[in-house]
C-alpha cells in the first residue's frame, strides 16, 4: 500500500515561555524512560531519563514526569530557548529486557521556539 | 560532538545494490547500536553488538547484516536494497550493555538514498 509520512505534533512557543511536551506510551511492561533531542542534520542526543519507580526527575531547565496509570510521560522545558527548537522523542525499554540500548522511540514532536 | 563517527555521510545507490556503512564508537564504548529512521516509520531499532557479540535484535531486515571488529568499530550490511531501504541510518553507542545507565550517543547518520 501507499506509505505515507508520519504527521508529527507541534509545539510553537516564545522564547522565555515554559514548553510541556506531552508522550503517551504503549507497553505496560516498560520500566525505563528516556527523552532525546534531535536538531536538523543531526543525530539525537540524550536529555534526561527516569525509571518506572520514579513519578518525576529533574535536570537543568528540564523536568520529567511519569503517570504509569495512564501511561503517560511529558518533558517540561523552563524558559525555553531559540536552541531548544529541535524534534523531541520520548523513548522507552521493556523491563526484563537485556538491553537498555533497545529503544522503543515515539514519533517525535516538533518545538519551534520564535525569539 | 557526541564521539561516535559514521561515514559516508550520503550514499546514492540503485536497486539491488549492496552497501556498508560503518560506525567508530566514542572511546571505551563497548557497546555499538544501529537504527533507522524513516519517514514513515520513525525511528526503529535494527541490532545491538556488545564488544563482538551479537546482543539485541530488532526489526531487523534478513538482507541487512551487522558486525562490530575486535577494534570496536562496526559495519552494516545492507543487501538487495529496495527504495524503501532509503532512510537515515544512525549508530549509536554505549558504555554498558545491560541495565545501567540508557545514555546513548549517536552519530550524525548515514543517509542512503536508493534509486
Known amino acids: 500500500g501507499e506509505s505515507v509520512g508520519l504527521h508529527l505534533p507541534t509545539l510553537s512557543v516564545q522564547e522565555g515561555d515554559n514548553s510541556i511536551i506531552n508522550c503517551a506510551y504503549s507497553n505496560s511492561a516498560s520500566d525505563y524512560f528516556i527523552w532525546y533531542k534531535q536538531e536538523s542534520g543531526k543525530g539525537p542526543q540524550f536529555i534526561i531519563d527516569i525509571r518506572s519507580n520514579m513519578d518525576k526527575r529533574q535536570g537543568q531547565r528540564v523536568t520529567v514526569l511519569l503517570n504509569k496509570t495512564v501511561k503517560h510521560l511529558s518533558l517540561q522545558i523552563a524558559a525555553t530557548q531559540p536552541g531548544d527548537s529541535a524534534v523531541y522523542f520520548c523513548?522507552?525499554?521493556?523491563?526484563?529486557?537485556?538491553?537498555?540500548?533497545?529503544?522503543?522511540f515515539g514519533q517525535g514532536t516538533i518545538l519551534t521556539v520564535h525569539p | 560532538d557526541s564521539g561516535v563517527t559514521q561515514t559516508p555521510k550520503h550514499l546514492i545507490t540503485a536497486t539491488g545494490q549492496r552497501v556498508t556503512l560503518r560506525c567508530s564508537p566514542r572511546s571505551g564504548d563497548l557497546s555499538v547500536y544501529w537504527y533507522q529512521q524513516s519517514l514513515d516509520q520513525g525511528l526503529q531499532f535494527l541490532i545491538q553488538y556488545y564488544n563482538g557479540e551479537e546482543r539485541a535484535k530488532g526489526n531487523i531486515l534478513e538482507r541487512f547484516s551487522a558486525q562490530q571488529f575486535p577494534d570496536l568499530h562496526s559495519e552494516l550490511n545492507l543487501s538487495s536494497l529496495e527504495l524503501g531501504d532509503s532512510a537515515l541510518y544512525f549508530c549509536?553507542?554505549?558504555?554498558?550493555?545491560?541495565?545501567?545507565?540508557?545514555?546513548?550517543?549517536f552519530g550524525e547518520g548515514s543517509r542512503l538514498t536508493v534509486l
Open positions: 523513548a522507552e525499554n521493556m523491563a526484563g529486557g537485556t538491553s537498555y540500548g533497545k529503544l522503543t
Open positions: 549509536a553507542s554505549s558504555v554498558i550493555a545491560g541495565y545501567g545507565n540508557g545514555e546513548l550517543f
